[in-house]
């Protein structure tokens, strides 16, 4: 049992590239979401999902995108990647009111 | 909007000593409340989850309170080691999602 998969550890991109961060999920939780977490700083959702096909933006979703075409995968597509994108990037699932399960987390830096 | 803040923001202690952390919440109509564990450069493990009806959880050396009505939750760390030295953040449901506090940077020293 994986829990919660995320793809890549660490990325380094140019300004204007683009990527995708992976995120896999084996528990069959039908609740997703992406977090950016900046050095100091808390945690800030980016996007969500709640179940396949439905997604919904969180609080910092600008230059983000996001798909849940599958209950186990979400990806978090960036488009255009600018240096204030460089953070920490995790993706956590839930079931229902039994609380989070955190991906081990992508470092992204934009330079 | 549900505003959770956490005291103190950074907290050193020798090994061996009881301590708390402290966490609070603006809207106490939750339905759980949940405290993590981060170490640096790691991802969030989950460390208690104490449901709305519950007033605490224990795990081992961990023991965490919910005190809905005052809006406040707290970790207990028994018998501290330097193992223990990390961030911890709690976090609280609001509509869909959760929002986390920013957290207390705990080191124990040996």
């Known amino acids: 049992n994986a829990g919660v998969t995320q793809t890549p550890k660490f990325r380094i991109l140019k300004i204007g590239q683009s990527m995708t961060l992976q995120c896999t999920q084996d528990m069959n939780h039908n609740y997703m979401y992406w977090y950016r977490q900046d050095p100091g700083m808390g945690l800030k959702l980016i996007y969500y999902?709640?179940?396949?096909?439905?997604?919904d933006k969180g609080e910092v979703p600008n230059g983000y995108n996001v798909s849940r075409s599958t209950t186990e995968d979400f990806p978090l597509r960036l488009e255009l990647a600018a240096p204030s994108q460089t953070s920490v990037y995790f993706c956590a699932s839930m079931a229902g009111s039994y609380g989070y399960t955190f991906g081990s987390g992508t470092r992204l830096t934009v330079v | 909007k549900q505003e959770v803040t956490q005291i103190p923001a950074a907290l050193s202690v020798p090994e061996g000593e009881n301590l708390v952390l402290n966490c609070s919440f603006t809207d106490s109509a939750i339905y759980n409340l949940q405290w993590f564990r981060q170490d640096p450069g790691k991802g969030l493990t989950s460390l208690l989850l104490?449901?709305?009806?519950?007033r605490e959880q224990t795990s081992g050396r961990l023991n965490a309170s919910l005190d809905k009505s005052s809006g406040r939750s707290t970790l207990y760390i028994a018998a501290s080691q330097p193992g223990d030295s990390a961030t911890y953040l709690c976090a609280v449901p609001y509509g869909q999602n959760f929002v986390f506090g920013p957290g207390t940077r705990l080191s124990v020293l040996p």
């Open positions: 999902s709640v179940g396949a096909g439905i997604t």
């Open positions: 104490i449901q709305s009806s519950q």
